[in-house]
């Protein structure tokens, strides 16, 4: 099923501009890790490019976990591969249910780099069941959820939230699909490391792909 705007009609795709934001991208320095730095890069990659949503990160290699204690336990590898695709928009903005789904799980993670407000959809589509997930959400987003709640194509689903409340990001949705929760509620890693790279890419299928936007 062809999928509906995640920002709906006034922030079509059209309007979305890819955007480099792994360890081979020496403009960006630490800039991901600070909100305002990064929400000025970003002003300035699409002032330059002519769009209003900067998006991109399947697969990619990023520097910015590795100052978070959340993401890289004392003795395990550094995870540094980004699992989802972001999409940068500002705070508020309302992200629409991209197909007929239903409420898996939802959970407000609240350390330091995590997702904050975290909502997973149970899809089917093409008679396969896919999940999807949205990360770096408002609070709000969580008011009126329970296990189940359907959300049509197109039906608002929730908004982005700010720093304060997302993790501590510049504003973005992290839209991950997910084949196997694997008994995951209200989570998902989004990041992994190299060397459980080659599962993760299977569990988690390029979101571009199945969008289908560009
Ligand atoms: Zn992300």
Known sequence: MKAYPLFGPGLPPDTFREVDLSIANKALGDALR??????????????????????????????????????????EASREFHLGVDFWAPEGTVV?????????????????????????????????????????????????????????QGEALASLGGPAENGGYAPHL?????RDPEGYQGDYPGVCAR??????????????AYLGYF
């Open 34 to 75: 600070d909100p305002a730095s990064c929400q000025r890069y970003l002003d300035g990659f699409l002032a330059g490019s002519g769009g209003r949503v900067a998006y991109g990160g399947y697969l990619e290699r990023r520097a910015l976990y590795q100052g978070f204690s959340h993401f890289n336990p004392e003795g």
């Open 96 to 152: 629409y249910a991209p197909w007929d789904g239903k409420v898996h799980s939802w959970a407000n993670r609240t350390e330091p780099g995590d997702y904050g407000p975290v909502i997973l959809l149970e899809h089917t589509l093409a008679g396969q069941g896919l999940f999807s997930l949205y990360g770096h959400l408002s609070e709000g987003s969580l008011i009126g959820l329970y296990p189940g709640k359907e959300f049509r």
């Open 174 to 178: 992290h839209f991950q699909l997910i």
């Open 195 to 208: 060397a459980s790279l080659e599962y993760y890419r299977k569990n988690c299928p390029d979101p571009l």
